[in-house]
C-alpha cells in the first residue's frame, strides 16, 4: 500500500497576502467574517486562473436565491456527512449553519441523525431524506419526489415562500 502524505500535498498561501489576493480571498468568504480564508480558497489563489474561475461558479451555485439559504445548508451539511467530506461540513457548520438559522442540534443531526430525529420539522425532514436517497441510491423515490414537489417547483425562488 502507498504512504499518504500527512499534510497537504499543495500546500496553500499563508499570510500576509498581497492586497488584491485579501481583497479576492475575503470575497470568498460569508460577508463580515474575520474567519482567516479557508485552505481550500487559499489553495485555489495558487492558480489566479483557476480561483478567477471559479468563484463565479459557487456564487452561482450558492447565491442564485432558488433555494432557501437554510434548507440548502441542511443538503450541503447532510450530503458532506454522508459522504465522509469532514472538512466541508465543518466549513459549512462554522460559517453557515448559525447564520441561516440551524440550531446546536439540527447541526449534529446532519452528521449522526435521520429523518426522523426530533430536531428537523416534517419540511427539513424531507430534505434530509433527498440527501440520504441520493447518497444510497443515486436516486429520489417517487413518493419522496412528490412530497418534494408540493413544497418546491422549477421556478420557486425564497421571496415566493
Given at each position: 500500500?502507498?504512504e499518504?502524505?500527512?499534510?497537504?500535498?499543495?500546500?496553500?498561501?499563508?499570510?500576509?497576502y498581497?492586497?488584491?489576493?485579501?481583497?479576492?480571498?475575503?470575497?470568498?468568504?460569508?460577508?463580515?467574517?474575520?474567519?482567516?480564508?479557508?485552505?481550500?480558497?487559499?489553495?485555489?489563489?495558487?492558480?489566479?486562473?483557476?480561483?478567477?474561475?471559479?468563484?463565479?461558479?459557487?456564487?452561482?451555485?450558492?447565491?442564485?436565491?432558488?433555494?432557501?439559504?437554510?434548507?440548502?445548508?441542511?443538503?450541503?451539511?447532510?450530503?458532506?456527512?454522508?459522504?465522509?467530506?469532514?472538512?466541508?461540513?465543518?466549513?459549512?457548520?462554522?460559517?453557515?449553519?448559525?447564520?441561516?438559522?440551524?440550531?446546536?442540534?439540527?447541526?449534529?443531526?446532519?452528521?449522526?441523525?435521520?429523518?426522523?430525529?426530533?430536531?428537523?420539522?416534517?419540511?427539513?425532514?424531507?430534505?434530509?431524506?433527498?440527501?440520504?436517497?441520493?447518497?444510497?441510491?443515486?436516486?429520489?423515490?417517487?413518493?419522496?419526489?412528490?412530497?418534494?414537489?408540493?413544497?418546491?417547483?422549477?421556478?420557486?425562488s425564497?421571496?415566493?415562500?
Amino acid at each position: 500500500m502507498a504512504e499518504t502524505a500527512t499534510g497537504p500535498r499543495i500546500a496553500p498561501l499563508e499570510p500576509p497576502y498581497e492586497p488584491e489576493l485579501e481583497a479576492m480571498l475575503r470575497k470568498w468568504m460569508p460577508p463580515g467574517s474575520e474567519m482567516e480564508p479557508l485552505a481550500l480558497f487559499r489553495t485555489l489563489a495558487l492558480h489566479d486562473d483557476l480561483m478567477s474561475r471559479m468563484r463565479p461558479l459557487g456564487a452561482g451555485i450558492l447565491g442564485h436565491g432558488r433555494v432557501d439559504p437554510r434548507d440548502r445548508e441542511i443538503v450541503i451539511h447532510r450530503t458532506c456527512a454522508r459522504s465522509g467530506a469532514e472538512y466541508e461540513w465543518g466549513v459549512h457548520a462554522v460559517a453557515f449553519a448559525e447564520a441561516v438559522g440551524l440550531t446546536k442540534e439540527q447541526i449534529a443531526a446532519t452528521a449522526t441523525g435521520a429523518a426522523d430525529d426530533p430536531a428537523w420539522s416534517e419540511n427539513d425532514a424531507l430534505l434530509v431524506r433527498l440527501a440520504d436517497d441520493l447518497h444510497e441510491g443515486c436516486g429520489v423515490s417517487d413518493e419522496l419526489w412528490s412530497a418534494l414537489a408540493a413544497r418546491y417547483t422549477p421556478t420557486t425562488s425564497c421571496s415566493s415562500w
